[in-house]
């Protein structure tokens, strides 16, 4: 059964959007993750632990309590998403996620989009930013330094398709055509890609915010407005609303020649918009002048690990998913159940989802301690398979090896 902390802590209480409040001893809940999730969770654990001790001494401490989702969890209760690990999770409000196995093709759900919708997480935020030492493609990959908020909750993934040729897409195809003059196949399969002004606004308002508290330059909105103009148009037009709430801080890019003579004033963020696949270009050719990405669901999808596989790949990804009133922190990479039990994969994904955990808890000082540790190990010839086979002078280190010189580096 899943183990829980003697220790006693303390729930983090308070919200998002109004601040957290937040004990020094806080309960944190972890899901291991299925497949590889076992090994980059035991692999985790001990370097945020180290951050924390290393930043404030004994002062603050995390007491970890786990939950169970996924095969462990279906192993234990018969079921892969227990009511219980829900019930907690809106309880203890903060959780580190494995990754968690979901069938292509057919079987359950996803399980990653069921905590997204069921628990309300209607951002996905992503860091990118590049790790000196770490291989990349890109040329100058140091100008890469972004921060992607995908809206988790509508667009294609809110999951309302019907199979080709199912009784369910006839009816739908047939009413499409009967009663609003569409002209679709029969044998079509058909989706549908709801998205709404309320869920839009809120993830470009916390977009915003979050530029102007972490004085980003600008916010671009990526759509594929000139194509689907009711849905990802509106995004781009609510997006424009939402600046009106910050008078005077936020300016949409027009105004900077009109008002500004190209300048914007220090302190303020500058709303951009860009087409989705302007925007893949652009990322990659002039990657300095975009700082933080509202958009849907799946253009996010993409552009988050487009952006990944510039400074290292998805194994250097870190995510979470956070609503008003939950945040869970999660590997943006899959199970690879191949490597499971072999201490072999990258466990900087987690470790850095764990140090944007710390940040959310507003633990800078300990987050930032896993930051620059991560080239200083890479520096001293330590890195997993996934970078060692591109890294001169480089010996192939185990997960739990990687780890410890993440702790050993910590000054």
């Known amino acids: 059964m ?10 983090v209480t308070g919200n998002t959007a109004e601040g957290l409040k937040v004990p020094s001893r806080p309960i944190i809940l972890f899901i291991e993750g299925d497949g590889t999730g076992p090994d980059i969770w035991r692999a985790t654990r001990p370097v945020l632990d180290a951050a924390v001790a290393k930043a404030y001494g004994k002062t603050r401490r995390i007491v970890w309590q786990e939950v169970l989702a996924g095969e462990k969890a279906f192993k234990h209760t018969r079921s892969y998403l227990p009511v219980e690990t829900l019930t907690a999770l809106r309880e203890y409000r903060v959780a580190l996620k494995g990754p968690l196995t979901t069938p292509i093709g057919g079987g359950f759900r996803s399980l990653n989009v069921t905590l997204r919708q069921v628990l309300d997480l ?18 100058e990959p140091e100008k890469i330094d972004m921060v992607v908020f995908r809206e988790n909750t509508e667009d294609v993934y809110a999951g309302l398709e019907w199979a080709a040729t199912s009784p369910e897409a006839q009816r739908l195809i047939n009413f499409l055509n009967q009663e609003l003059g ?18 839009s606004k809120r993830l470009i308002r916390m977009a915003l915010k979050y530029a102007l ?15 689907m103009k009711y849905t990802e148009g509106a995004f781009q037009n609510w997006g424009y609303e939402v600046a009106l709430e910050f008078p005077e801080k936020v300016i949409p890019e027009a105004e900077l020649t009109t008002r500004y003579h190209g300048q914007a004033p220090p302190g303020k963020v500058v709303l951009k918009d860009r087409l989705a696949d302007n925007l893949f270009q652009q990322v990659l050719l002039r990657p300095e ?12 999808d993409y552009i988050s690990d487009a952006l990944a596989a510039q400074v290292g790949g998805l194994g250097m990804a870190p995510g979470a998913n956070i609503g008003d009133n939950c945040a869970i922190f999660e590997a943006t990479h899959g199970s690879a159940p191949k490597y499971a039990g072999l201490d072999k994969v990258n466990p900087s994904s987690l470790i850095l989802s764990g140090a944007m955990l710390l940040e959310y808890l507003g633990w800078t000082e300990a987050a930032q301690l896993i930051h620059l540790s991560l080239p200083r190990t890479l520096k001293a010839g330590i890195a997993t398979y996934d970078l060692a086979r591109l890294l001169p002078d480089t010996k192939e280190a185990s997960c739990s090896t990687f780890a410890q010189g993440l702790i050993d580096h910590m000054v």
């Open 122 to 139: 209607y951002a996905c935020i992503r860091p990118v930013r590049y790790y000196a030492g770490v291989p990349s493609p890109m040329k």
């Open 289 to 300: 002048e975009y700082q933080v990405i509202a958009t849907p669901n799946l253009n996010g």
């Open 213 to 227: 508290d972490h004085a980003r330059a600008s916010v671009t909105l990526m759509h594929k407005g000139n194509i």
């Open 2 to 11: 899943p183990h829980h902390d003697l220790e006693v802590g303390e729930k």
């Open 182 to 199: 569409c002209s679709l196949d029969l044998t079509a399969a058909v989706g549908i890609k709801p998205m709404t002004e309320r869920c």
